[in-house]
């Protein structure tokens, strides 16, 4: 089974803050990797699907980038909506899906 | 309005069962594989289940296989979870998840990104 890893696994930030998340995974699994972000009592919702296309409707300060076993999220500039738990998720390993542990992102 | 909304959560003992739904407005439900997603209180996400836009391929994750039973009517535009067997560590609350790819035919695999989620449903399994 293919293990996913973020880090950091908590970040402290201000507003207007550039943040880059890592996601690892333990075997290459090409661009088949999605992020999402989750605030409290929220489902998640997508961000980046294919490593690097941006979901319809999210703001372009978020962007993908990665293939193979390494992979970053960054959030150009921070934002106070922004605030949350970030994730990423693996859709090569059939027919596993398989999430990273997660990233929180907090006020600094 | 484009939108996913789940039932059936409840407190069931261990062994016990418990089935629920997910129904779906807004797209063509047929043409979309459909996946349930859990998360335990305070933890990640876990992938449960899958099944395509026609039903005919179904898939699971290790820890329900041979409890849970995924199945959708698309007649009726919804997505059902047949959960037996039931123990502690299924305690979560459960999203159904639609993908984000549109399947014009009825052999599409899933694309397994989720891009329309539900509110989620609470299942506590508990004596």
């Known amino acids: 089974d293919i293990q996913m890893t973020q880090s950091p696994s908590s970040v402290s930030a201000s507003v207007g803050d550039r943040v880059t998340i890592t996601c690892r995974a333990s075997q290459g699994i090409s661009s088949w990797l999605a992020w999402y972000q989750q605030k409290p009592g929220k489902a998640p919702k997508l961000l980046i699907y294919a490593a690097s296309s941006l979901q319809s409707g999210v703001p372009s300060r978020f962007s993908g980038s990665g293939s193979g076993t390494d992979f970053t999220l960054t959030i150009s500039s921070l934002q106070p909506e922004d605030f949350a738990t970030y994730y990423c998720q693996q859709a090569n390993s059939f027919p596993l899906v398989t999430f990273g542990p997660g990233t929180k992102v907090d006020i600094k | 309005e484009v939108q996913l909304l789940e039932s059936g959560g409840n407190l069931v003992q261990p062994g016990g069962s418990l089935r629920l739904s997910c129904a779906a407005s807004g797209f063509t439900f047929s043409s979309y594989a459909m996946s349930w997603v859990r998360q335990a209180p305070g933890k990640g996400l876990e992938w449960v289940s899958g099944?395509?836009?026609?039903?005919?391929?179904?898939y699971y994750a290790d820890s329900v296989k041979g409890r849970f039973t995924i199945s959708r009517d698309n007649s009726k535009n919804t997505l059902y979870l047949q959960m037996n067997g039931l123990r502690a560590e299924d305690t979560a609350v459960y999203y159904c998840?639609?993908?984000?790819?549109?399947?014009?035919?009825?052999?599409?695999?899933?694309?397994?990104?989720?891009?329309?989620w539900g509110r989620g449903t609470l299942v506590t399994v508990s004596s």
């Open positions: 998840a639609k993908d984000l790819g549109y399947c014009s035919s009825t052999s599409c695999p899933p694309d397994w990104y989720f891009d329309l």
């Open positions: 099944i395509s836009g026609s039903g005919i391929s179904t």
